[in-house]
């Protein structure tokens, strides 16, 4: 999938890990769409993207896992992907 970020919202902290909004534009279907990603589900996912700004474009990895899509690698849109822990 392929995004262009609109808004990357402030980190927001809880008890036990940090969650920050997305707001970004589905390029592959031209829609914007928004997602909530947390520290802990695949951390280099979400330090890249928290750091994002308005304009930057990326391509996404997804995996279904326990019937939810997944972001478990993403990369500058025409770059190598940053590598999944494991």
Same mark, same amino acid.
């Given at each position: 999938?392929?995004?262009?970020?609109?808004?990357? #919202?402030?980190?927001?902290?809880?008890?036990?890990?940090?969650?920050?909004?997305?707001?970004?534009?589905?390029? @592959?279907?031209?829609? =914007?769409? =928004?997602?909530?990603?947390m520290d802990?589900?695949?951390? !280099?996912?979400?330090? =890249?993207?928290?750091?994002? *700004?308005? #304009?930057d474009k990326? @391509?996404?990895k997804l995996?279904?896992?326990? #019937?939810?899509?997944?972001? =478990?690698?993403? &990369?500058?849109? #025409? &770059?190598? !992907?940053?590598?999944? !822990? *494991?």
């Amino acid at each position: 999938m392929k995004i262009e970020i609109i808004n990357v #919202g402030d980190v927001q902290k809880k008890d036990k890990y940090s969650v920050v909004e997305l707001v970004y534009k589905n390029i @592959d279907k031209d829609k =914007t769409e =928004t997602k909530k990603l947390m520290d802990f589900s695949y951390p !280099p996912v979400y330090n =890249t993207l928290r750091k994002s *700004s308005k #304009g930057d474009k990326f @391509d996404i990895k997804l995996v279904k896992e326990d #019937g939810y899509w997944q972001w =478990t690698e993403c &990369s500058v849109a #025409g &770059s190598d !992907p940053m590598p999944t !822990p *494991s």
